[in-house]
């Protein structure tokens, strides 16, 4: 029922960009904030940035100065601009929306940064 599709992922080198889009299906998109998350290989799943529904947005460390999220409402969308990419962003970006009592969460899409 609640579905997320991420795309925009691909190969791209150190200090390149790439736009991530996530397209939500869900009542209510509006009202919900909505993350992006990243998991490498043999790693840790990571927060990467978060926008609220009035619009605030945290960032991890690793990639402020660097990514912007974003969203707009009557697309059901959420975006990640990144910029300056290094090879430790190579991992699989997934879209995340909190919903009550569980989250859901997209399929994932690749980004590989060469070194």
């Known amino acids: 029922q609640v579905q997320l599709v991420e795309s925009g992922g691909g190969l791209v080198q150190p200090g390149g960009s790439l736009r991530l889009s996530c397209a939500v299906s869900?009542?209510?998109?509006?009202?919900?904030?909505m993350g992006w998350y990243r998991q490498a290989p043999g790693k840790q799943r990571e927060l990467v940035a978060v926008?609220?529904?009035?619009?605030?947005?945290n960032y991890a460390d690793s990639v402020k100065g660097r990514f912007t999220i974003s969203r707009d409402n009557a697309k059901k969308t959420v975006y990640l601009q990144m910029n300056s990419l290094k090879p430790e962003d190579t991992a699989v970006y997934y879209c995340?929306?909190?919903?009550?009592?569980?989250?859901?969460w997209g399929q994932g899409t690749q980004v590989t940064v060469s070194s």
């Open positions: 995340n929306v909190q919903l009550s009592v569980r989250s859901y």
């Open positions: 869900i009542t209510g998109f509006s009202i919900y904030p």
């Open positions: 926008i609220g529904a009035g619009g605030s947005i």
